[in-house]
């Protein structure tokens, strides 16, 4: 269109067009490149704010300029939302305002008949109305997907029984951390435990008791460790120790920690007071190793634990 109006001797509009052509393609670079969606949006709307403020002050092709703001709504609020959208378009509904009602030599406003501009402007007031409504609720509908996408991810990453993360939970930590001792050179321990004769606390208390145990000691176990550790169910009554910062002689101190608590303080539930005792099996990670080598080792060392008399942990650091 820039280029038929320049065509057709209509030298300014051609140059808006063609300013406001190569704005959008600014705009498409400036997201493309530096992903800053409010910059590039803020320049369609301004560049599209100021093309069609020309167009209603030139009055356009037979004064049929006006017609183009329309769509100026709906573009306005899917580019910018609801909040920035409706900034903007109350700015540019009020420069139209001025221009069309404004007496004098500025505005130059006799070319459209009084009817034109009333009906214009309610018209106008109308469209950006019916495109905030629906700007809003697609705002609201898409926020509340995100929420539950975010609920889903979370649930599975999450064991249903003790809250803490599952196997899946686990790997991905296990992954992030890697990627930080990668940089970062610092060590990373993980600690594999499984509950001394489980199976032995279903059989002569039941199974809601065997779920009960593992629910207070996930709570005991993320007691016992920093923030930026991990526990996680890494099975059954299996449980995973993730300790990102720390050595295998220092996860071997917290293995101890560990022994120690369950040993000074016993599991209660329902009156009863139960000895819960663990055995765990300790390995650093190596750089550049896989989670699986890791912990194919971890659980050699818990066998060899189970097969010394279980409650301790192997390798002996200490
Ligand atoms: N209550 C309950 N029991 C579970 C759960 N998951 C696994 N178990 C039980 O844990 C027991 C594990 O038994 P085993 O693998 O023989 O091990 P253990 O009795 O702990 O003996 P050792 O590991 O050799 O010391 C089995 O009876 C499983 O049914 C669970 O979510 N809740």
Known sequence: MGILALANATYTLGFS?????????????????????????????????????????AGGVANTGPLWVFIVAPVSMFIQGLKRGLIGLS????IIVLIMFVPGEFFSNES???????????????????SACYEYSREKSQNHTLQLSKQYEQLALTDQLTQLANRRGAFNKIEIEQARMARSKEPLSLILCDV??????NDDYGHLTGDAVLIKLAERFKSLVRGQDMVARWGGEEFLFILPGTSVENAALVAQKIHDALAQEKIVHQGRELTI???????????GGTVDTAINCADKYLYQAKNSGRNQTFPKLL
């Open 17 to 57: 067009l063609l300013v406001a052509s190569f704005s959008y393609l600014v705009a498409f670079v400036v997201q493309t490149k530096t992903h800053n969606a409010i910059l590039a949006s803020s320049i369609i709307a301004c560049s599209l704010y100021s093309l069609m403020i020309y167009l209603v002050y």
């Open 91 to 94: 700015i540019f509904s009020l």
């Open 112 to 130: 459209y008949e009084p009817e034109f501009k009333l009906r214009f402007i309610l018209s106008f007031l109308t469209v950006i109305f019916l």
């Open 196 to 201: 001394d004769h489980f199976k032995k606390i």
């Open 277 to 287: 005792t663990v055995s765990m099996g300790v390995v650093e990670m190596q750089v």
